[in-house]
């Protein structure tokens, strides 16, 4: 049953260590490529003057450091203002230590999520609380589903979106077991009322077409639903059987994430009302 509407994928993608994507935005690539973070995290240097802020810190590789520290000097920077993040996945926040004792005790901005931050000192933000630096502003906007403590952030400077784990450059986003669908799904909405020019993924290259995209998300998962209930009214009940009769262009090594992504919508349904569950088995309602 091979039918899809995102076709692009980033396996085997690769991207610059260093690139910069406008006059107040450098990404530094996070050195972690991987089934899920595909070339690796984007981090992003932010502003204008000696002390940008740094969106994310990836997970903490040594050869990203050196990066980082070029990636300042080119900009004229000697320091960091404060770390802003998306969310609270090692792949965004790991790096947090090695940057600290490079820098001094940086702020650590975040929506907290208790339990999942470490212990760290946070400077808690919400949903449409704004981040100032020098040249730019960083408006926060709460986007669950992936993550509870989802933040993206858009720059009105550059009409740009920091879209986190919600929107990848490539492929699409698997919704982990304490992710929901229906949170997330409602995030992919509220981004399309933001008039953005372009989007800052967490992972892959910018996208310059950002409601085409957005559209595509919603049309996948929509489509995923209708694969599912097909299994489901043909008599498949497991995730594994439903991952091999939809994912059928997929490499098994794949066939994980692509089950956490079938759980999402099974419990969404659940949710619903269309859906129930008898153990590891699920039927239509």
């Not at 990066?67 to 080119?74: G, K, S, T, V």
């Not at 449409?128 to 858009?154: F, S």
């Not at 994980?256 to 659940?270: E, P, Q």
Request: proline content about 6%.
């Amino acid at each position: 049953m091979t039918k899809r509407v995102v076709t692009d994928s980033m396996i085997g993608m690769r991207m610059p260590d260093i690139d910069q994507w406008s006059d107040l935005v450098t990404v530094v690539l996070g050195q972690n490529p991987g089934m899920f973070s595909g070339p690796g995290t984007n981090t992003y240097i932010i502003g204008t003057s000696s002390r940008p802020i740094l969106v994310d810190t990836g997970q903490g590789i040594d050869a990203y450091m050196p990066l980082l520290r070029q990636a300042l000097r080119e900009r004229g920077a000697e320091g960091l203002q404060e770390i802003v993040l998306t969310h609270a996945h090692p792949d965004h926040n790991g790096g947090i230590a090695h940057i600290r004792a490079e820098f001094g005790d940086v702020q650590i901005t975040k929506k907290p999520w208790p339990g999942r931050d470490a212990d760290l000192p946070i400077n808690a933000i919400d949903d449409e609380d704004v981040v100032v630096t020098e040249g730019a502003t960083l408006q926060a906007i709460w986007t669950p589903g992936h993550a509870w403590d989802h933040l993206c952030y858009y720059i009105p400077e550059d009409r740009a979106l920091i879209t986190g784990d919600v929107v990848l450059g490539a492929g699409t986003t698997v919704i982990p077991p304490d992710g929901d669908l229906g949170d997330y799904i409602r995030s992919l909405r509220r981004l399309l009322d933001f008039d953005a020019d372009v989007l800052y993924p967490a992972h892959g290259p910018r996208i310059h077409n950002p409601r085409e995209k957005i559209e595509s998300y919603l049309a996948h998962r929509a489509l995923r639903d209708e694969q599912i209930l097909d299994g489901l009214k043909a008599g498949v009940t497991t995730i594994p059987e439903l991952v091999a009769r939809i994912y059928t262009d997929v490499p098994e090594y794949l066939h994980g994430a692509a089950g956490m992504s079938v759980d999402a919508h099974l419990r969404n349904m659940v949710t619903e009302g269309i859906v129930r569950r008898d153990v590891d088995r699920w039927f239509l309602a």
